[in-house]
């Protein structure tokens, strides 16, 4: 995968040879490491400052500073054990305990018995779980902006294919799995591409903006999303719950409860996979990467910039629906009103941190759902809300947007400016 | 009297290439030093060495005698010494006066900006140096030409001695050229010195007392004006003989390839660019196309090659109608375009070569099958076309953006001319070009007028016209005011008629 083509590794030909100079050449190669080095440092830079709001969340570091003066070492000890605490917490409740792990295995060895062992693996069978819809939202933004286009509607496109995918799920009876399985998915991937194609539609129309006009259909599809649940898919008690869909349309988990990881995961593998392959080995993914990058170039080119548009976006829209349908299909099995917390718009986040290349959403989102899978341990161990990763969260987002920041801190240098650039028609 | 600047054993190495190699020079008080070089020679480095943008590896600096320490710009100004950009650092919606004033504001009671004493001083200045700039003029409203005065302006204000100028002319036109090289004849008149900066030999004869050829970060030639030759120059520069007319046999034309009638286009704002013309181009001959930029070629050219809807009128390409045709359609009858402004139009900078080489190419075989990109079919045609254009690049995975200008222009005529075409459209394919490459590209154009092409090449630059035209038309306010053979034109004619001004007896075509 990391033959990414606009990166690819430059083979040094000859020195005299080129009219470039080594300098060029040397930032071309380093582009790429710093791709991998600039996230990594945000990333543990968020967990240094995280830090600091441990210390403030957590009562016993709070009321550790009055014996400062006193004992020194000991108030920097306290403070010590709970950041330790607190982030061996963190560790622990996103990929399991280790102690717990050997134990379980133990257990099974000796009695065969399994219980313990998915109890001990379910901390991290529940990040993959957190992971995927993350994965799928990430490259559904990612797809977006290599295309120049900036899909802020995640959110509600994860919506409307979570209902779509629900009312199939729960309408359709008496189908086998093959066929209903795949329709509930389907009408997910449907219903999001629409609903993204539509801002697609009037920015290759009109001209209007599609970061307004996705925030607006956001709107739409929560507040559709509100009356669906009240009234025609609401249940006959009344209650906001669509009724559960049927188990033809259960994406399978992978093991039995608690673990709730299911057969998505690998469907969003696949999809970083046939994301990346779209983009880079067909002419539908070289169109819109041209019209991303350089619109006034793509249309030299021959290519039909408004039909990219749509494309684009209703790809983008199709991905974020499938999100929708695989958090339905795969662990909700029903359509609640508070269906997200918020997954459609880290998904910005994770395009951003990833670089909007599929790989790196996929360690993006890992990262996101791990530190979230890890969150609600450290709340009841360490007493530091689950809101700090949030924070952690936006910080890493802030040194991703502002690396200078990043560089400043490790003192890694700029890439340096082209060189000597001959003077092109700029102007004229 | 010592140099009012002085450079000694001036190094700087960056990873693996030194851009600058122990270069000595020295600038007398009033003296028009041009440093010529193409592209990459090192002349930009040597520049932001001097001006403290990077630090030396070696070598000092003299002003007036005295070693000077030149950390950033700033130091650079406080000893006197001023750069003019090639891509000018203005406030689009400030005034002239408050443009100037930006970073060294002259303070009434220390808190209101006196933008009344300033104006007063640009005035004083403007008028001293016969630049004739209203300081009371939004920048944002000023051509090119006054803007780039805005910034010689701030410099004299900062009572700069040593300007230095990068690449001044090239985002001029000729008459702004011109009234350019009256400002800086005045500068140097008044005891200022100049350092010019350029790749283009015409200018640098017609400017300079002095000038200094750097060539692979090394000086390699100072040579009074006097004595210098544009052969002599161009051989310095670039190392070898270089073939500054190019060598052509007489055209045999054919039949009409490109026939257009009555045209009619409007710009961007709805306003008539090309007012009814009406001209051919027949297989093996090159049709010039002079005129002032701005006179309505770029929207003849975006017209033609189906960029630009038509009004009115008719476009037949090899006799089918192209009218009302996509760009695409253009290309696939056979029609080569090198656009205008080659990073706008013609690259996808952040792409690698191998892509910008298919970029209008790639949805058919043999580089696609259906929806499927053929890598190896397009790897193996790049690598070809490199080696066959001689395109300058490490690999043909390296973006675009890190090739020199010429080299990305390589790049466009790569896969513009290795394809069969019977047309080929190039606007303005040399600008901002170095010697070298121009001789390249040109040899291309003529080549391809051999093979039968027929060929129509918009061009702002006269010498360019003159020397590979077979006819000449010239275009004046969205119209073509005449239309000549190549042979029979003169410069002095083709200027009055790129002024607006008809011939009497207009000859046939």
């Not at chain 1, 006034?296 to 629906?321: D, E, H, N, P």
């Not at chain 2, 985002?171 to 283009?200: C, M, N, W, Y």
């Amino acid at each position: 995968m990391s033959d990414k083509p606009e990166d690819a590794p430059a083979p040094v030909a000859a020195e005299a040879e080129t009219g470039v100079t080594s300098v060029q050449r040397v930032a071309a190669r380093s582009g790429k490491f710093e791709a991998l080095l600039l996230p990594g440092l945000a990333v543990l830079t968020a967990l240094i400052l995280g830090a600091v709001f441990i210390l403030a969340a957590n009562p016993i570091s709070r009321g550790s500073w009055g014996a400062i003066a006193q004992d020194p070492w000991g108030t920097i000890g306290t403070n010590w054990t709970v950041l330790r605490d607190s982030y061996v917490a963190l560790l622990q409740g996103a990929f399991g305990s280790p102690a717990t792990i050997g134990e379980a295995i133990r257990a099974w060895q000796d009695t065969g018995e399994t219980r313990p062992l998915l109890d001990a693996f379910r901390p991290f069978a529940e990040s993959l779980t957190i992971s995927t819809p993350y994965i799928f939202l990430g490259l559904a933004v990612a797809l977006g902006f290599r295309g120049g286009l900036f899909n802020i509607g995640a959110e509600g496109q994860l919506f409307v294919g979570g209902l779509a995918s629900a009312f199939v799920g729960y309408s359709l009876t008496g189908l086998p799995w093959y066929v209903h399985l795949p329709l509930a998915l389907g009408a997910g991937m449907a219903a999001g591409g629409i609903w993204a194609a539509i801002p697609g539609f009037l920015k290759a129309r009109t001209g209007a903006h599609e970061v307004i006009n996705t925030i607006m259909m956001n709107w739409i599809a929560f507040r559709l999303t509100d009356y669906l649940l009240t009234g025609p898919m609401g249940r006959p008690d009344g209650l906001p719950i669509t009724p559960l869909i049927r188990e033809s349309a259960f994406l399978p988990a992978l093991f039995p409860r608690p673990m709730r990881v299911h057969v998505g995961f690998f469907l969003a593998l696949g999809a970083v996979l046939l994301v990346y392959w779209f983009l880079w080995k067909t002419t539908w993914g070289f169109e819109i990467r041209m019209v991303g990058a350089n619109p006034r170039a793509a249309k030299y080119a021959g290519v039909k910039i408004a039909r990219t548009i749509v494309l684009t976006m209703g790809l983008s829209g199709a991905l974020a629906g499938l999100a929708g349908a695989s958090q339905i299909l795969g662990v909700d099995h029903q359509m609640v009103r508070a269906f997200s917390s918020g997954f459609g718009f880290d998904s910005i986040a994770l395009a951003l941190l990833g670089n909007s290349h599929p790989v790196g959403v996929l360690l993006a989102s890992l990262l996101f759902g791990f530190l979230r899978g890890g969150a609600a341990r450290m709340q009841s161990v360490a007493s530091v809300p689950v809101e700090l990763i949030r924070i952690i969260q936006g910080m890493v987002i802030i040194f991703v947007a502002a690396p200078e920041i990043v560089r400043g801190l490790y003192r890694l240098r700029a890439p340096r400016q082209k060189e000597a650039q001959p003077a092109t028609s700029q102007s004229g | 009297m010592p140099p009012i600047l002085e450079l000694r054993g001036m190094t700087k190495a960056f990873p693996g290439v030194l851009a600058n190699d122990h270069i000595d020079l020295t600038l007398a008080q009033g003296e028009i030093l041009a440093l010529l070089g193409e592209n990459g020679a090192g002349k930009t480095t040597l520049m932001n060495v001097l001006y403290g943008l990077y630090a030396p590896d070696e070598g000092e600096i003299l002003v007036r005698g005295e070693k000077a320490e030149i950390r950033d710009p700033n130091d650079a100004i406080r000893r006197g010494i001023g750069m003019v950009h090639q891509h000018f650092m203005l406030v689009p919606v400030f005034t002239v006066t408050e443009n100037v004033m930006l970073g060294v504001e002259s303070m009434r009671a220390g808190v209101f900006l006196d933008r009344q004493a300033a104006a007063e001083r640009i005035r004083e200045i403007s008028g001293r140096f016969g630049l004739e700039v209203d300081p009371e003029a939004m920048v944002e409203d000023l051509p090119v030409g006054l803007q780039q005065r805005v910034e010689i302006i701030k410099l004299l204000y900062r009572e700069a001695e040593v300007l230095i100028l990068d690449e001044p002319t090239s985002v001029l036109t000729p008459q702004e050229a011109d009234e350019l090289f009256k400002v800086i004849r005045s500068l140097v008149a008044q005891g200022k010195s100049v350092i010019f900066i350029s790749h283009k030999l015409k200018e640098v004869l017609a400017i300079a007392d002095r000038i200094v050829v750097l060539r692979g970060g090394k000086v390699v030639g100072s040579v009074p004006v006097e004595q210098a030759t544009e052969q002599s120059l161009a051989k310095m520069m670039v190392g070898r003989d270089v073939l500054l007319t190019v060598e052509r046999k007489p055209a045999k034309p054919g039949e009409a390839v490109l026939d257009v009638a009555d045209l009619q286009v409007k710009d961007d704002h709805g306003h008539p660019a090309v007012r009814g013309i009406t001209f051919q181009v027949r297989a093996g001959e090159i049709l010039g196309v002079a005129g002032v930029q701005g006179n309505g070629q770029t929207q003849l050219v975006e017209a033609l090659t189906g960029l630009r809807r038509v009004e009115s009128g008719r476009i037949l390409i090899t006799g089918q109608d192209m009218t009302r045709a996509s760009p695409r359609q253009v290309e696939a009858i056979g029609t080569s375009h090198v656009p205008e402004d080659r990073q706008r139009d013609g690259l996808v900078l952040p792409f690698p070569v191998v892509e910008n080489l298919v970029l209008n190419t790639y949805y058919a075989p043999p580089y696609a099958k259906g929806a499927l990109l053929q890598e190896k079919a397009i790897a193996e045609s790049a690598t070809e076309q490199v080696e066959r254009y001689d395109v300058r690049t490490p690999s043909i995975y390296e973006p675009v953006s890190n090739l020199s200008g010429g080299n990305q222009q390589k790049v466009i005529v790569a896969r513009e001319f290795s394809r069969p075409t019977r047309l080929v459209i190039a606007s303005q394919p040399t600008r901002g070009l170095d010697v070298g490459s121009i001789e390249y590209i040109h040899g291309r154009l003529v080549e391809k007028r051999d093979e039968g092409a027929a060929v129509l090449l918009v061009s702002s630059e006269l010498d360019e016209i003159l020397s590979l035209s077979d006819r000449i038309a010239v275009m004046f306010g969205g119209e073509i005011l005449d239309i000549m053979p190549g042979s029979a034109a003169t410069k002095e004619q083709l200027g009055l008629l790129m002024a607006g001004v008809r011939q009497p007896a207009p000859s046939a075509a």
